[in-house]
């Protein structure tokens, strides 16, 4: 293994460890306000991931970045829907969301 997989490595292994520390430290009551930073972060993942695909390197690379791609679209567009329902609670028309 060359020293920048053994970093790169130990650097996701500590960021998951501090991911899960932090999101486990956090109230019910703020989840939901944290969700749309949350978008913001997988907005500039996506962007990572786009840049990862088509970097023009052929193998594990390009489909790692396409994975990067699916999740992180998956979670930008759901954090929006639940953003956007969370909103409608607060309406006076019912709480129905917007179309």
Do not use: C, W
Request: hydrophobic fraction near 50%; avoid cysteine.
């Amino acid at each position: 293994m060359t020293e920048t997989l053994m970093i790169s490595i130990y650097v996701f292994v500590l960021a998951t460890f501090v991911g899960v520390e932090i999101i486990s430290k956090v109230p019910p009551l703020l989840h939901t306000p944290l969700m749309s930073g949350s978008n913001a972060i997988s907005g500039i993942t996506l962007v990572g991931s786009l840049i990862a695909a088509g970097e023009g390197h052929a193998g594990v690379s390009v489909f790692l970045g396409m994975i990067g791609v699916i999740f992180a679209t998956i979670n930008v567009v759901g954090g929006f829907k639940v953003t956007d329902r969370m909103l409608g609670m607060f309406k006076k028309d019912g709480g129905k969301p917007a179309k």
